[in-house]
T-cell receptor, first 113, second 111 residues
Framework: GQQLNQSPQSMFIQEGEDVSMNCTSS?????WLWYKQDPGEGPVLLIA?????ELTSNGRLTAQFGITRKDSFLNISASIPSDVGIYFC?????????????FGKGTLLTVNP | NAGVTQTPKFRVLKTGQSMTLLCAQD?????MYWYRQDPGMGLRLIHY???????AKGEVPDGYNVSRLKKQNFLLGLESAAPSQTSVYFC??????????FGQGTRLTVV
């Protein structure tokens, strides 16, 4: 089955620093998603990517759809304490016959004020 | 707007007991999913459904059963709970034009 490898597993940074995380897949996708999970809550969609090479921003967050269609990257600029949480990537083939939605293992982000 | 609602939010079971977790969505989504979240393991897919009356196995289906009798509801059953099923369970729903929305989770402890 498809596997998503997300790295790093955890990050400890100082407030104001930039953060990068990435996700690679054994399968080709036409949709990449990035979610954030706050403590005690369910994951919430941050950014959706639908085209290889696409670069999309949401405030201080920027995500990219890799040109090989097997990877994606998420960057957070000028981190703040409320960025703390678990970030998950997910990928799937929109319009295909495989309806599974598989997630990476997540990146736990801690921001020190 | 309720979105995806999971009940109960917390539950403690004794080994061998059975229970059903309910997921209800009010967005008329076709696809629904059940995941479990364990430390360091991320979100692992248990079962999913692509429409009313259909179900399919995910990555970790053993020990669980599901039913989708109504489009808006997706039930996850544990027939004989085991301590290894202690976890946080999340339900999600989506359709062809909308990405997945998640519920708030159910924290289950099996003692």
């Amino acid at each position: 089955g498809q596997q998503l490898n997300q790295s790093p597993q955890s990050m400890f940074i100082q407030e104001g620093e930039d953060v990068s995380m990435n996700c690679t897949s054994s399968s080709i996708f036409n949709t990449w998603l990035w979610y954030k999970q706050d403590p005690g809550e369910g994951p919430v969609l941050l950014i959706a990517l639908y085209k290889a090479g696409e670069l999309t921003s949401n405030g201080r967050l920027t995500a990219q759809f890799g040109i090989t269609r097997k990877d994606s990257f998420l960057n957070i600029s000028a981190s703040i304490p409320s960025d703390v949480g678990i970030y998950f990537c997910a990928g799937y083939e929109r319009g295909g016959s495989n309806y599974k939605l598989t997630f990476g293992k997540g990146t736990l982000l801690t921001v020190n004020p | 707007n309720a979105g995806v609602t999971q009940t109960p939010k917390f539950r403690v079971l004794k080994t061998g007991q059975s229970m059903t977790l309910l997921c209800a969505q009010d967005m008329n989504h076709e696809y629904m999913y059940w995941y479990r979240q364990d430390p360091g393991m991320g979100l692992r897919l248990i079962h999913y459904s692509v429409g009313e009356g259909t179900t399919a196995k995910g990555e970790v289906p053993d020990g669980y059963n599901v039913s989708r009798l109504k489009k808006q509801n997706f039930l996850l059953g544990l027939e004989s709970a085991a301590p290894s099923q202690t976890s946080v369970y999340f339900c999600a729903s989506r359709d062809q034009n909308t990405e997945a929305f998640f519920g708030q989770g159910t924290r289950l402890t099996v003692v």
